[in-house]
C-alpha cells in the first residue's frame, strides 16, 4: 500500500526519478557485505519516501531511518514506524539515559546488519545548501561500526538527492523570511 501510494505521489509531483543501476548495485553488495549506512542528504520530507521506495522497488531490504520525533504524530508517525522510522529527541543534552540507550540500539542493529539510513545534517537544509553535519548519530554509528564482527563491513553510503524544485519551498520561502516553522501535521502533508 506504502509503495502504490508513493508511486501515485511520485508521478503527479515529479517529472520522473532517476537512480544509477550502480548506485542500486552498491546498495545490494553493501548488504551481502555486512551494514550499509545510507547518509542523504536532507532537503524535503520526501528524502526517506523516496529512498525507501526505490529501495522496495529494486528488492533492496528496507533501512531503518532515524527520524526526529517531530514525525511521530498521529496518525502517519506509527505508519512511518512500520515503514523503518525510529524517533530520536533532536537534542539529547540534559538526559543521561536515552543516549546510551540510543548508542546500544544502534550497536545491535550494525552488528545484526540492518540497512541505516540517518541524515548528517540532522534536519532539512531550508536554502538548498547542504547543511554542516552534526556528528551525534555519525559518532555512534562510528563507535557501533569499531565493534562489529571481525569478518564483515561497515560501509557508508552517502546519497545526494537533487530536485529541480522541492515539494516544502513555499514553506521554506516564509521561514526563511522571519516566519515560524510549523508543526509537522496531517494537514501539512497533504498541502
Known sequence: AAS???????????????????????????????????????????????ISWIC???????????????LSF???????????????????KGDPIFPVVFERYLRQMVRDEYPIEFFIEGGRSRSGKVLPPKLGVLSMVVDAASKRREDRDVLFLPIAISYEQIAEAKAYRKELTGAEKKTESVGQVVR
Open 74 to 92: 498521529f496518525p502517519l508517525g506509527s505508519l512511518f514506524r512500520r515503514m523503518g522510522a525510529f524517533f530520536i529527541k533532536r537534542s539529547f
Open 4 to 50: 502504490f501510494f508513493c508511486r501515485f505521489l511520485f508521478n503527479r509531483i515529479f517529472s520522473g526519478v532517476d537512480i544509477r543501476p550502480e548506485d542500486v548495485e552498491r546498495i545490494r553488495m553493501a548488504t551481502r557485505n555486512g551494514t550499509p549506512i545510507l547518509v542523504p542528504c536532507h532537503r524535503s520530507h520526501l528524502d526517506y519516501l523516496l
Open 56 to 70: 522496495y522497488k529494486e528488492d533492496l531490504a528496507l533501512p531503518y531511518i532515524v527520524a526526529g520525533e517531530n
